[in-house]
Protein backbone atom coordinates (compact mmCIF):
# COMPACT_ATOMS: atom_id res chain seq x y z
CA UNK A 1 0.00 0.00 0.00
CA UNK A 2 2.80 2.34 0.81
CA UNK A 3 4.29 1.38 -2.39
CA UNK A 4 1.32 2.52 -4.18
CA UNK A 5 0.63 5.78 -2.85
CA UNK A 6 4.52 6.41 -3.61
CA UNK A 7 4.14 5.82 -7.17
CA UNK A 8 0.95 7.84 -7.40
CA UNK A 9 2.62 10.52 -5.73
CA UNK A 10 5.60 10.35 -7.74
CA UNK A 11 3.11 10.28 -11.43
CA UNK A 12 0.98 13.13 -10.20
CA UNK A 13 4.41 15.23 -9.28
CA UNK A 14 5.73 13.71 -12.85
CA UNK A 15 2.26 15.12 -14.07
CA UNK A 16 2.69 18.33 -13.21
CA UNK A 17 5.88 18.20 -13.99
CA UNK A 18 5.79 17.75 -17.40
CA UNK A 19 2.80 20.43 -18.00
CA UNK A 20 4.84 22.74 -16.54
CA UNK A 21 7.64 21.52 -19.04
CA UNK A 22 5.46 22.09 -21.70
CA UNK A 23 4.17 25.94 -20.93
CA UNK A 24 7.69 26.60 -20.60
CA UNK A 25 9.38 25.60 -24.24
CA UNK A 26 5.74 26.40 -26.00
CA UNK A 27 6.74 30.16 -24.82
CA UNK A 28 9.99 30.07 -25.98
CA UNK A 29 8.79 28.44 -29.27
CA UNK A 30 5.83 31.09 -29.58
CA UNK A 31 8.19 34.05 -28.69
CA UNK A 32 10.69 33.21 -31.16
CA UNK A 33 8.16 32.76 -34.03
CA UNK A 34 6.88 35.97 -33.01
CA UNK A 35 9.81 37.37 -33.04
CA UNK A 36 10.68 36.40 -36.67
CA UNK A 37 12.41 32.92 -36.29
CA UNK A 38 9.93 30.21 -37.46
CA UNK A 39 12.41 27.28 -36.86
CA UNK A 40 10.40 25.73 -33.51
CA UNK A 41 7.20 26.31 -35.02
CA UNK A 42 8.41 23.84 -38.67
CA UNK A 43 9.79 21.24 -35.83
CA UNK A 44 6.53 21.15 -34.23
CA UNK A 45 7.50 22.94 -30.82
CA UNK A 46 5.07 25.38 -30.76
CA UNK A 47 2.77 23.34 -29.14
CA UNK A 48 1.49 22.35 -25.12
CA UNK A 49 1.33 18.28 -25.81
CA UNK A 50 4.26 17.44 -23.65
CA UNK A 51 5.31 14.66 -25.97
CA UNK A 52 6.71 17.53 -28.55
CA UNK A 53 9.30 18.43 -25.64
CA UNK A 54 10.22 15.19 -23.67
CA UNK A 55 13.54 14.47 -24.24
CA UNK A 56 13.80 10.54 -22.72
CA UNK A 57 16.89 11.30 -20.54
CA UNK A 58 16.72 14.65 -18.91
CA UNK A 59 12.93 14.92 -18.62
CA UNK A 60 12.37 11.13 -17.80
CA UNK A 61 15.62 9.13 -16.51
CA UNK A 62 17.21 11.76 -14.60
CA UNK A 63 14.50 12.84 -12.22
CA UNK A 64 13.61 9.87 -11.87
CA UNK A 65 16.93 8.31 -10.28
CA UNK A 66 17.33 11.26 -8.13
CA UNK A 67 13.86 11.37 -7.02
CA UNK A 68 14.34 7.68 -5.92
CA UNK A 69 17.79 8.10 -4.70
CA UNK A 70 16.43 10.79 -2.51
CA UNK A 71 18.48 13.87 -4.44
CA UNK A 72 16.64 17.13 -5.29
CA UNK A 73 15.23 16.20 -8.48
CA UNK A 74 15.42 18.61 -11.82
CA UNK A 75 15.54 17.32 -15.53
CA UNK A 76 15.51 19.15 -18.93
CA UNK A 77 13.15 19.06 -22.27
CA UNK A 78 14.21 19.14 -26.01
CA UNK A 79 15.80 22.07 -26.49
CA UNK A 80 13.93 24.43 -28.61
CA UNK A 81 16.02 25.01 -31.72
CA UNK A 82 16.34 29.27 -32.33
CA UNK A 83 18.22 30.14 -35.28
CA UNK A 84 19.57 34.06 -34.57
CA UNK A 85 19.99 34.91 -38.70
CA UNK A 86 16.00 35.02 -38.64
CA UNK A 87 15.97 37.76 -35.49
CA UNK A 88 16.12 41.70 -36.46
CA UNK A 89 18.81 42.08 -33.43
CA UNK A 90 19.86 38.76 -32.47
CA UNK A 91 21.61 39.58 -28.85
CA UNK A 92 18.28 41.37 -27.78
CA UNK A 93 15.30 38.78 -29.27
CA UNK A 94 17.58 35.85 -28.11
CA UNK A 95 17.59 37.45 -24.61
CA UNK A 96 13.84 37.66 -25.31
CA UNK A 97 13.36 34.64 -26.47
CA UNK A 98 14.79 32.85 -23.27
CA UNK A 99 12.99 35.09 -20.52
CA UNK A 100 9.77 34.19 -22.01
CA UNK A 101 9.86 30.46 -20.68
CA UNK A 102 10.49 31.36 -16.95
CA UNK A 103 8.13 34.50 -17.66
CA UNK A 104 5.41 31.81 -18.43
CA UNK A 105 6.10 29.66 -15.30
CA UNK A 106 5.51 32.59 -13.41
CA UNK A 107 2.28 33.20 -15.08
CA UNK A 108 0.93 29.57 -14.50
CA UNK A 109 2.50 30.39 -10.97
CA UNK A 110 0.36 32.99 -10.02
CA UNK A 111 -2.65 31.58 -11.79
CA UNK A 112 -2.56 28.02 -9.83
CA UNK A 113 -1.92 30.49 -6.60
CA UNK A 114 -5.25 32.48 -7.58
CA UNK A 115 -7.31 29.23 -7.98
CA UNK A 116 -5.50 27.66 -4.92
CA UNK A 117 -7.37 30.22 -3.08
CA UNK A 118 -10.54 28.83 -4.28
CA UNK A 119 -9.61 25.21 -4.00
CA UNK A 120 -7.37 25.67 -0.48
CA UNK A 121 -7.20 21.87 -0.10
CA UNK A 122 -5.89 21.11 -3.65
CA UNK A 123 -2.08 19.72 -3.49
CA UNK A 124 -2.10 19.35 -6.88
CA UNK A 125 -2.29 23.54 -7.09
CA UNK A 126 -0.16 23.57 -4.60
CA UNK A 127 2.54 21.51 -6.23
CA UNK A 128 1.85 23.24 -9.43
CA UNK A 129 3.07 26.67 -8.06
CA UNK A 130 6.36 25.20 -6.61
CA UNK A 131 7.29 23.47 -9.45
CA UNK A 132 6.77 26.35 -11.65
CA UNK A 133 8.23 28.52 -9.38
CA UNK A 134 11.33 26.37 -9.29
CA UNK A 135 11.34 26.06 -12.98
CA UNK A 136 11.78 30.01 -13.35
CA UNK A 137 14.13 30.56 -10.81
CA UNK A 138 16.70 27.70 -11.57
CA UNK A 139 16.32 28.56 -15.12
CA UNK A 140 16.59 32.52 -15.01
CA UNK A 141 20.20 31.27 -13.07
CA UNK A 142 22.91 33.58 -15.81
CA UNK A 143 24.91 30.10 -16.42
CA UNK A 144 24.75 28.32 -19.87
CA UNK A 145 23.19 27.11 -20.90
CA UNK A 146 20.47 27.77 -18.65
CA UNK A 147 18.32 30.85 -20.12
CA UNK A 148 19.44 33.47 -18.06
CA UNK A 149 22.82 33.19 -19.37
CA UNK A 150 21.17 34.59 -22.52
CA UNK A 151 21.69 37.57 -20.92
CA UNK A 152 25.63 37.73 -21.69
CA UNK A 153 24.61 37.54 -25.26
CA UNK A 154 24.03 41.59 -24.77
CA UNK A 155 27.16 42.46 -23.45
CA UNK A 156 29.39 39.96 -25.41
CA UNK A 157 30.75 39.66 -28.93
CA UNK A 158 29.06 36.76 -30.83
CA UNK A 159 32.49 34.86 -30.71
CA UNK A 160 32.80 35.15 -27.40
CA UNK A 161 28.74 34.16 -26.30
CA UNK A 162 28.92 31.44 -28.19
CA UNK A 163 32.06 30.25 -26.74
CA UNK A 164 30.50 30.04 -23.58
CA UNK A 165 27.66 28.64 -24.80
CA UNK A 166 29.64 25.38 -25.80
CA UNK A 167 31.20 25.28 -22.25
CA UNK A 168 27.77 25.66 -21.18
CA UNK A 169 27.29 21.80 -20.09
CA UNK A 170 30.74 21.56 -18.55
CA UNK A 171 29.89 24.56 -16.52
CA UNK A 172 26.71 23.83 -15.59
CA UNK A 173 28.11 20.04 -14.23
CA UNK A 174 30.31 21.87 -12.02
CA UNK A 175 27.85 24.28 -10.32
CA UNK A 176 25.24 21.22 -9.84
CA UNK A 177 28.29 19.18 -8.11
CA UNK A 178 28.75 22.12 -5.81
CA UNK A 179 25.21 22.84 -5.57
CA UNK A 180 25.18 21.37 -1.86
CA UNK A 181 27.27 24.42 -0.14
CA UNK A 182 24.90 27.29 -1.35
CA UNK A 183 21.14 24.87 -2.30
CA UNK A 184 20.28 26.95 1.48
CA UNK A 185 20.47 30.26 0.00
CA UNK A 186 18.94 28.63 -3.62
CA UNK A 187 15.68 26.93 -1.93
CA UNK A 188 15.47 29.19 0.94
CA UNK A 189 14.85 32.07 -2.44
CA UNK A 190 12.51 29.71 -4.20
CA UNK A 191 10.48 29.20 -0.45
CA UNK A 192 10.25 33.22 -0.40
CA UNK A 193 8.95 33.94 -3.80
CA UNK A 194 6.68 30.59 -3.43
CA UNK A 195 5.29 31.93 -0.11
CA UNK A 196 4.55 35.88 -1.81
CA UNK A 197 3.10 34.61 -4.69
CA UNK A 198 0.34 32.75 -2.90
CA UNK A 199 0.08 34.97 0.12
CA UNK A 200 -0.91 37.50 -3.00
CA UNK A 201 -4.48 35.83 -3.23
CA UNK A 202 -4.87 34.90 0.94
CA UNK A 203 -7.45 37.85 1.79
Request: overall charge negative; some cysteine; charged content about 10%.
Amino acid sequence: MEFLSTFIGLAVTFGVFFVSLSVHEFAHAFASYKLGDPTAKLEGRMTLNPLAHIDPLGTVIVPIFLSISGLPAFGWAKPVHVNLANFQKPPRDNFFTALSGPLANFILAFICAFLLSVFPQSEILGMFVVINVVLAVFNLLPIPPLDGSKIWHLFLSDESYFALERLGPVILITVLFFLSYFDNYLFGLITTITNAIINVFQF
